[in-house]
């Protein structure tokens, strides 16, 4: 396969959810509102509440390049950072808080949306504060969205495992590398998306869940790959926020090239590997507790196998889209990181195992979150 073949590269955006966190004793701070404040002169609508009064969103312009996005990341994590120090906060990438912060009702952010999940989900939203990452790869067909999504499914829990930088919730070691995708696994609506012959299949099987109120609205399903309602995108949002911003920027790349490759397949025919709920639920499981370097369940063959096994064979797949774009040196360096230093969970048990206090593991990332930040990076 030659690389003009794919074409131009398809525009790629990410969504990133940060924690509020007081510098002294780490904890969570229910700050959102102000901190978007005090952001909006600089960031305008690249910045934004989240679910959570702990929480604020960035957001970037859709990218061609992998330096114009990191480019884009850095700075909207640098405006946040900004706003939150003017509250005397830090800004912090974590998928859970390590300490406080327990999302109760009281500290939803201010949106419709939000006041109708609380009223619909109850006590099942009292601790979800959980903050993520969303790759948006623009893909303007629905219907070709909806049969990548079928290609996509098996690879979703190594994406989980990839990302995993959630093992502390509320002042505890979870034992999980992701607890994140444990909290959002206990919810009918999230998680890996149906397969679908079709995009009236899909549309029809998420206007019959919003009838039985595990879903909100038909219109907009949250499940963790889906054709975004707003946007000609398809969104990816099965990973964990990561405090290092190479590390976005590469997991954004293999994204990219894993859409483009399964769009090229569904365009030839292939309806995708029909991955049964099961497995890729178990799989998921796997993926959340174990992480990287562990063992997860790969879900095309079922075979239980290394994370970095599933990585070269996912690197192999998508490695001609790679190519074309120019991105195979992020990946594979994203790749080392990994074998060299480990994932976002492992770094943080490895800061705690240094110094035995979790105040210590926040400030960790706090410093990755935003290096350019004065303070934080000195």
Not at 107 to 127: E, I, T, V
Not at 225 to 251: H, Q, Y
Not at 300 to 324: D, F, I, Y
Not at 352 to 375: F, I, K, M, Q, S
Request: aromatic share 6%; net charge negative.
């Amino acid at each position: 396969m030659k690389d003009q073949d794919f074409g131009e590269p398809p525009t790629v955006g990410v969504e990133e959810e940060f924690f509020l966190v007081h510098p002294d004793s780490g904890e969570a701070a229910a700050a959102g509102t102000r901190v978007v404040a005090r952001a909006a002169p600089r960031l305008g609508d690249a910045a934004s509440g989240e679910f959570t009064e702990y929480q604020v969103e960035g957001r970037t312009e859709p990218c061609h390049r992998m330096d114009e996005l990191r480019a884009q990341l850095r700075g909207v994590r640098a405006g946040l950072a900004a706003a939150a120090r003017a509250e005397g906060l830090r800004l912090c990438a974590s998928g859970t808080p390590v300490i406080g912060g327990d999302g109760g009702r009281a500290d939803l952010g201010d949106h419709p949306r939000y006041r109708a999940g609380a009223r619909q989900y109850r006590a099942m939203l009292d601790d979800f504060a959980v903050s993520a990452f969303h790759a948006h790869v623009h893909l303007p067909d629905r219907e070709t969205a909806v049969l990548v999504g079928n290609h996509l499914r098996p690879w979703l829990p190594l994406l989980v495992a990839m990302s995993a930088n959630s093992p502390f919730h509320q002042g505890r070691d979870t034992g999980y590398a992701s607890w994140r995708s444990v909290i959002r696994g206990r919810f009918p609506c999230l998680g890996p998306p149906p397969y679908a012959e079709s995009l009236a299949a899909y549309e029809r099987l998420a206007t019959a869940m919003a009838a039985t109120e595990a879903m909100l609205e038909p219109g907009m399903p949250f499940w963790d790959v889906r054709p975004n309602p707003r946007l000609p995108t398809l969104e990816v949002r099965t990973m964990d926020v990561l405090s290092d911003v190479d590390d976005t920027v590469a997991l954004t790349a293999l994204i990219r090239a894993l859409v483009v490759t399964a769009a090229r397949r569904a365009a030839a025919g292939d309806p995708g590997p029909r991955t049964g709920a099961e497995l890729l639920r178990a799989a998921y499981w796997r993926a959340a507790r174990d992480g990287w370097p562990g063992h997860g369940v790969d879900a095309p063959t079922g075979r239980v196998l290394p994370s970095s096994v599933q990585a070269r064979n996912l690197l192999e797949h998508v490695r001609p889209a790679l190519r074309a774009y120019g991105d195979e040196g992020e990946v594979t360096a994203f790749l080392r990181r990994l074998e060299l230093r480990g994932s976002g969970a492992e770094r943080q048990r490895s800061r705690l195992a240094a110094e035995p206090r979790l105040g210590a593991v926040v400030e960790g990332l706090v410093r990755e979150t935003c290096p350019e930040d004065p303070e934080e990076g000195a």
